[in-house]
């Protein structure tokens, strides 16, 4: 009797995974209450947790800028992008949550392991973001950038994740064309509105090519990329991601007079990639580890926030 | 009194039009500086749902803003990012109690924000916000009256939201309702001057602009009156007097405060676009 004939429940864990490698390799999803090897349910569990914390601790940065736009319609747009990332937090938090069931995990468990360094949030959300143009740039181009991977991973294997991503990345062109205008407005604005423009460029250059992570394990010790392209969540690697927003961006942002800070970066025709000045990965480590610029003020910020409306919380119980 | 239809007719009486302005001012300037102190919030709430909410309210509410000094801007008095970032504190209209800070720390640094008192403040100032918005349905001047129709379909779930808020927080008891009391009384002792129509009500009303004063008053004792008898909170207090009237351009500390944050990247370029 081939297994798959087999009734579910008197099939080894073994038979299981064949099956369900099966459904994978066919394209098909995977539902919350199906059955899933442990390496699959872990891995989706880190990488959603990890992209709903960093939607919330994402809004932090540009939060900062959110009461002091500059006009009231930049206000409005800054606030409901911000309303927006919240928004995906909450929406991936609950399809985190639905994962970490069979452990008797929750909400409370994911915030606890911010607080507690164990769970990452997002290169890019440790860094400064000290102008309104920063405010721009991160739109504009860290949107942009959160477009390409996740774009990479709509299809992914897991149905309830591939579903908020389809949602999210509706939203995020939204966000990309909102930084796009603010970015507009400061290129075609005064000496000090372009200054401050380029200024901020130069300080997310960096972030941004680390964004998309390491090439392979070899550069910063770890990668998850070859288990989640194993089981289907996502299909490009972090360098195929690189190099594509560097295609979409580079033309963009050469094309509004900005110099971007590396001398080296060139397209390379013959084999078609680009050639760029690696970003110091030692950082990138040191900011996963909470040790970057702004780490540790903007944990303390969500920690004093949550604990200074524990009370609330509680009352609603 | 016949309806005014904009405000090329508005103008031809000066009285008139300076009584719709000195009202429009209250209106806008209430309804901006309680946004912005709800845009302090954002992220900070006390959890990502009430974020979500609270943060598509202050938009609402800045919007709210936004038409009536796009009613000022067709007056004459400036364009609305004008009369939104230039203006100093001695021009605000707005009452007192919605420029007090949420609480202690910024909201860059240590906020320790105070939610009881922000769901006070926010349901007491909609209860009123929507008295008034009830008188405008009949306003003499007709694109204030259109405005308010609008805006009085928005505020509707504003008013819901903070209601529920405020009952389930008091009914919850324990340290709960010990804090909501204590919100109570903050934002009530310095809450008449949110109910001032300033010293040109009288003319307001004259004019058919907005009803007397002491009638929204009246009704909003009521209808608190009414909320505090279903909660068993005892018989409504009397309101203060205060010292200062936000109406008159009296503010403190706190506004200016606010006032330099909010318009920090403004006045970097002021004539420039942004
Ligand atoms: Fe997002
Ligand atoms: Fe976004």
Redesign the pocket.
Known sequence: MSPLTKLYGERTEEEKYEYFMERIEAGEKIEADDWMPDEYRMALIKLISMHAIS?IM?ALPEKEWVPKAPTIHRKLGIMAKVQ??M???QLLLRVAEDLMKPYGKTRENIMEDLFSGKLKFHNVFHMEAPTWADAGIIAWLV?GA?IITQTNMLNASYGPYSRALHR?CA??VF?AQHGESIVLALAEGSKQQREMLQDALIRWWPSLLMFFGPKSAATTGSSKQDITIKYKIRTKTNEELRQDFLTKYVPRIRSLGLTIPDETLRYDEENKKWIYKEPDWNEFKKIIKNQGPKSMERLTLRRIAYDNNRWVREALQ | MTSVKNALEARQNKEYVSALTELLFQLADDDFILAFRGSEWLGLAPHIEEDVAFSSITQNMMGHAFMYYQLLEQLGEGTVDELAHERSGKKRKNAIMLEKVNGLGTYLQSPKFDWAFTVVRHYFYDVNKKIKLDCLQDCSYEPLKHAAINIRKEQYYHLVHWETWFKQLVKAGGEAKTRMMVAVEKVWNEFDDVLSLGPRGEVMANYQLIDREDVIRQTFMNTIGDVFENLELGPLPKLKEMKKSGRIGEHTEDLEKALATLTEVYKKEPSSSW
């Open positions: 939607e994402g927006d990332e928004g995906h937090g949107d959160a999210i939203e995020e966000h």
